[in-house]
């Protein structure tokens, strides 16, 4: 049990580095990578530490976040099943009073600004959504963490290839003190591999930095 908290610890300690409170977070990788799969394992290990968490499920029929093995958590991860969501989703949420300290959102690509309305080029629109969710997590102070698809062709782990076409709407620095990207060395070898590890590449501050993670599949 001791090694396992100090497990639990060190992942938390990577979360708070890599996706602090106060901004929006970026969490980035190519299509099949396993950011979906990755970020419902920071909802658990947040949930574990006592964190709410709202996790906005857009991408997949259906995700779980499994606690069950702790029954002294006052709360489960709260999960959204919603294909079709918009800031105004969001703002309504906050408004009804639920308390928040973490939002994932599953992936910001498939989010509208508003609902219905296309009064806006896609590539402003998905720039209005960012700095948006960056305004919430400033005025609340909480984390929220966005997922993009980047284009398989282009991530080798550089930093030129990170920063993608997808997210070049967004001005440079926003994304580079933002931007977490999950990268699998052998993504452009497939293998049969169960074991591989992946990488979590940020360029913040300028400097290239990477955290090995267990596999992700």
Known sequence: MQNDNKSFSSEIKVIDE????????????GPGVGKTIFACKIARWLTY?????LYVNM???????????DDTLAWKC????????????????????????????????????VKGIECLERKEELNAIW??????AKEKNIRVIGLSQLERGRIDGTEESCF????????RDFVRERLVVLHRPSYYEPQDNNTEQVQL????????????LENTK
């Open 131 to 136: 700095h948006f969710l960056d305004h919430i």
């Open 164 to 171: 993608d076409k997808v997210l070049k709407y967004l001005n």
């Open 78 to 113: 709260s999960i959204f099943d919603m294909p079709l969501l918009s800031i105004e989703d969001i703002s309504f949420v906050l408004s009804r009073r639920y308390t928040f300290d973490t939002i994932i959102l599953d992936y910001i690509e498939l989010m509208d600004f």
């Open 49 to 53: 530490h006592r964190e709410r968490v």
């Open 18 to 29: 890599l996706f602090p409170k106060g901004k929006v977070s970026i969490l980035a990788s």
């Open 201 to 212: 590449i940020t360029f913040k501050n300028g400097i290239k930095k990477e955290n090995i």
């Open 59 to 69: 991408a997949s029929d259906h995700i779980n976040v499994d606690t069950s093995d």
